[in-house]
């Protein structure tokens, strides 16, 4: 009797793995076309010489020697990402959770506050570029205007400046603040009430209320805050090659090439490089190598955080 049902459970086992597959496909293609064929096609041109317009060949790790031994940019980019990503990162979790403390402790206006912390963020990332590199402007600047007024005589040149260049790059993150604030303010709004009344029964402080209470019911949204920070940070761009470009005073027009990282490199990042490799210099094995070496520290990073110790989730989430 079990031998007579055996074809027909077959088959009832092969429609059901026809049909989860069926569900799966939307993610298998995006995944295969968008993640798992861009990651193999650059290993495998890492190893191999391709200018874009000639067949590719193959010259072993010469790519990779010459990316991380004797490539002079290399580094300095390499650092200035690192330290985007270690000061960016935690300026931006902390600025984005204090606005949000601040706001859901306001009674009076919390609709006007939290528009004039969410509308920069609103803003495309080119026009907020060029809209701050014009507020720190040193000869023009409003900033600096406003500096001078009140006493000080050498205000800072901002972007002009290699040791101002990233903490301004930073500056112009928390102006954009806006999203970790909704973030953190739905976090903050979850946070039940009755456990500040019993903590404020038991004699608990400001302080001993944000530890004990707040802190342990918004750890996975700080986390959530930290990781995709960190991952947004290691492809940093768009607003340290606009910055870079309108600080120098270069203008730019059909067919002018400009090296990224003005000034004096400090705001060359990673992702600059590998455009500045691939599709100016048209050396696509050493942009592959750069691409390949920003995702494993990418990866690294992310996998340290996601670890509960290492982490920001503590043993009993």
């Not at 509308?119 to 000869?139: E, M, R």
């Not at 027009?253 to 990282?261: E, K, M, Y």
């Not at 590998?274 to 990073?301: D, E, R, W």
Request: proline content about 7%; some cysteine; glycine content about 8%.
């Amino acid at each position: 009797m079990a031998l007579s049902h055996a074809p027909e459970l077959r088959r009832k086992h092969r429609r059901t793995r026809l049909r989860t597959l069926g569900f799966l496909s939307p993610w298998l293609v995006g995944f295969s076309v968008f993640f798992a064929y861009p990651l193999i096609a650059t290993v495998y041109f890492s190893f191999m010489h391709y200018n874009q317009i000639k067949e590719p060949t193959f010259v072993g790790l010469r790519n990779w020697t010459y990316v991380l031994t004797q490539m002079p940019l290399f580094g300095p980019a390499l650092w200035n990402t690192l330290w985007l990503v270690v000061v960016m990162v935690a300026l931006r979790v902390v600025f984005g959770l204090g606005i949000g403390m601040l706001i859901t402790k306001i009674k009076t206006g919390v609709g006007l506050f939290r528009t004039a912390f969410y509308v920069p963020y609103l803003a495309p990332p080119v026009a907020a570029t060029v809209a701050f590199v014009f507020l720190l402007s040193p000869g023009s600047g409003p900033v600096n205007e406003i500096l001078s007024a009140v006493g000080i005589e050498s205000p800072p040149t901002w972007f002009n400046d290699p040791a101002w260049a990233k903490p301004s790059l930073v500056m112009l993150s928390l102006w954009g603040i806006g999203d970790l604030m909704v973030i953190f303010m739905a976090a903050l709004l979850d946070v039940p009430k009755e456990q500040y009344e019993a903590a404020e029964l038991d004699g608990a402080g400001a302080w001993a209320r944000f530890r004990y209470v707040t802190w342990p019911s918004i750890t996975p949204i700080v986390m959530f805050a930290v990781v995709t920070g960190v991952v947004q940070t290691m492809q940093y761009y768009t607003q340290a090659l606009v910055a870079g470009k309108l600080a120098s005073g270069i203008s730019v027009g059909p067919g002018t090439v400009i090296q990224p990282g003005y000034p004096d490199h400090a705001t060359l990042t990673v992702p600059q490089l590998v455009y500045s490799l691939g599709f100016q210099n048209f050396n696509t094995g050493a942009a592959c190598v750069l691409s390949l070496v920003l995702f494993a520290i990418a990866m690294a990073v992310t996998t340290l955080l996601m670890r509960k110790r290492a982490g920001l989730l503590s043993a009993e989430d």
